[in-house]
């Protein structure tokens, strides 16, 4: 990487007017097609599970299921930014509807939140800064962490901040801080009906998921959704934010503070969906959308303003000292 690059550098820096155009062509097609194949293996997995129920067939239902829902969420984060569709109204109900709200997550409130996250990355104010801030850790405590990811502990403690930021008790939040919020007079009656108001869309689109399922007679396949939710989930979002920015530089600088990662098929179906893993190309230029993501770290590579991606593998040995 070029070290004499400025710290704040800008599209403008390496990117000329016609390069930036080419790059941040948005593709309602694209969108689609992301949308299409992610809830199409959604569907493959409940119908594997129909026609061929078996432990080993759960267990591999699980797995694929917990990275279709980080790819919901990465289509959510897509539709954030703007760049999932065309046009503003689909990028916000697509998303919200489609990706989102399956994974008890709005649109409206992960933006307003995330970019505080690209304009604060890994420095004070950054709202994700505790999910990587304990590292580098002891590899029997980022084991730790892993387990409590399986055996589900992490989800439940989620699902149950997760009502609490709905009811308006703590400050909403993707990372792990628990921030209370004042009372300011809210009686019991007044957080319940704000938590039904904003859970009521997830509430809808799994009653009508479950409904259909229990039409079909095959109401128990249900159940891989909330598994994978609460285990596998859990683990490709942590190994995802750990390859983002944990063990990076504290600073300003996007190419210290922020880390693209390599990414095979496995890692495609699992902590890197929607091409996610080109972080660094991701906060150069968040108006990029996600399919032309590898074809700007091609030319960025080219130039010499990124370094080489080291695998999730590599970026789990970062993180974890033998101590």
């Not at 969108?31 to 067939?57: K, M």
């Not at 009686?187 to 799994?206: C, K, N, P, Q, T």
Request: charged share 20%.
């Amino acid at each position: 990487m070029n070290t004499a690059l400025p710290s704040r550098l800008r599209p403008s820096d390496v990117l000329s007017r016609e390069e930036i155009a080419q790059f941040t062509a948005r593709s309602d097609l694209a969108g689609w097609s992301a949308l299409g194949f992610t809830w199409g293996v959604i569907a493959l997995c409940f119908a594997a599970l129909i026609w061929f129920p078996h432990p080993l067939t759960y267990l591999l239902v699980v797995v694929v299921l917990g990275g279709r829902q980080l790819a919901l969420a990465i289509l959510l984060h897509e539709g954030a930014h703007g760049t999932l569709f065309k046009t503003r109204w689909l990028n916000n109900h697509a998303a919200d509807w489609l990706a989102g709200r399956w994974i008890w997550v709005d649109v409206a409130r992960y933006r307003e939140h995330h970019l505080k996250h690209h304009a604060h990355t890994n420095q004070a104010g950054d709202p994700d800064l505790s999910l990587v801030k304990p590292f580098p850790a002891s590899r029997s405590s980022v084991r730790r962490k892993f387990l409590r990811d399986l055996s589900g502990l992490s989800g439940l403690r989620r699902i149950v901040g997760q009502v609490l930021m709905d009811m308006g008790v703590l400050q909403w939040t993707v990372a792990a801080d628990i921030v209370k919020l004042p009372r300011d007079g809210r009686r019991w009656h007044d957080y319940a009906a704000e938590g039904l108001r904003r859970m009521s869309g997830f509430i809808v689109l799994h009653a009508l998921l479950a409904t259909a399922l229990a039409l079909s007679g095959h109401l128990w396949v249900y159940s891989a959704w909330w598994v994978a939710y609460l285990t596998t989930f859990g683990v490709f979002m942590r190994l995802r934010s750990m390859a983002e920015h944990a063990c990076t530089e504290r600073s300003g600088n996007m190419l210290r503070n922020t880390r693209s990662t390599r990414a095979g098929f496995l890692a495609r179906m699992t902590v890197a969906p929607i091409r996610v893993n080109f972080h660094i190309e991701h906060h150069f230029m968040a108006s990029v959308p996600y399919f032309r993501l590898p074809k700007l770290h091609k030319v960025l590579r080219e130039r010499g303003i990124v370094p080489p991606s080291p695998s999730y593998w590599d970026v789990l040995k970062m993180v974890s000292s033998p101590r």
